[in-house]
């Protein structure tokens, strides 16, 4: 069966870096785009970008560009996302998710991993 | 960049039927994704494509979309469908993912 596995929560001190991890299985890792999204204590979904780990291509919104890092091992079938200068602001549960891409068109996010809580405190 | 509004809460009494609504400019052209999410969880695709539904979810989610907005409609509402709910298109003018606001149902 499909699962995304995420690496475990974090403690980090502001201005530091994050680096999640997103361990994939049960499926062609390099099928389908790996997406990240947050979610900050009470509020909604924000998407923070994809991985194409066939070929590595990225994209972001501007909001995160400049910030965000992310990269594949396909011999592992793992994706990451890393965050750079981090503020209490992006203190969140960071989430893997998968889509697959159909005429050029991302679909639907099928398949979620469990979550990584990032607290940013000094 | 292309926004997505949503109520911040629905109430419904058990067994009746709630409706949640997603706003977007001709968002009847895209595709809208509907996702659930349980608080502690991670959100759980419940509609895809305005209506078709996973395998697992049951029939009483469905979906519509047209004009400036989309509708996710919960029939026969139980208890445990008692969740926030997020919808979802991927705006081509950006090729960029983009999230409705969420909206809480509460079941009275």
């Known amino acids: 069966q499909v699962q995304l596995v995420q690496s475990g929560a974090e403690v980090k001190k502001p201005g530091a870096s994050m680096k999640v991890s997103c361990q994939a299985s049960g499926y062609t890792f390099t099928d389908y785009y790996i997406h990240w999204v947050r979610q900050a204590p009470g509020q909604g979904l924000k998407w923070m970008g994809w991985?194409?780990?066939?070929?590595?291509?990225?994209d972001s919104p501007q909001k995160f560009q400049g910030r965000v890092t992310m990269t594949r091992d396909t011999s592992i079938s793992a994706a990451y996302m890393e965050l750079s200068t981090l503020t209490s602001d992006d203190t969140a549960v960071y989430y893997c998710a998968r889509s697959s891409v159909r005429f050029g068109e991302l679909q639907q996010f099928d398949f979620w991993g469990q979550g990584t809580l990032v607290a940013v405190s000094s | 960049s292309y926004v997505l509004t949503q109520p911040p809460s629905v109430s419904v009494a058990p067994g009746k039927t709630a409706g949640i609504t997603c706003e977007g400019n001709?968002?009847?052209?895209?595709?809208v994704h509907w996702y659930q999410q349980k608080p502690g969880q991670a959100p759980v695709l419940v509609v895809y494509?305005?209506?078709d539904r996973p395998s697992g979810i049951p029939e009483r989610f469905s979906g519509s979309n047209s004009g400036i907005t989309a509708t996710l409609t919960i029939s026969r509402v139980e208890a445990g469908d008692e969740a926030d709910y997020f919808c979802q298109v991927w705006d081509e003018s950006s090729d960029h993912v983009v999230f409705g606001g969420g909206t809480r149902l509460t079941v009275l």
């Open positions: 991985i194409n780990p066939k070929s590595g291509a990225t």
């Open positions: 001709n968002i009847g052209t895209q595709s």
């Open positions: 494509d305005d209506s």
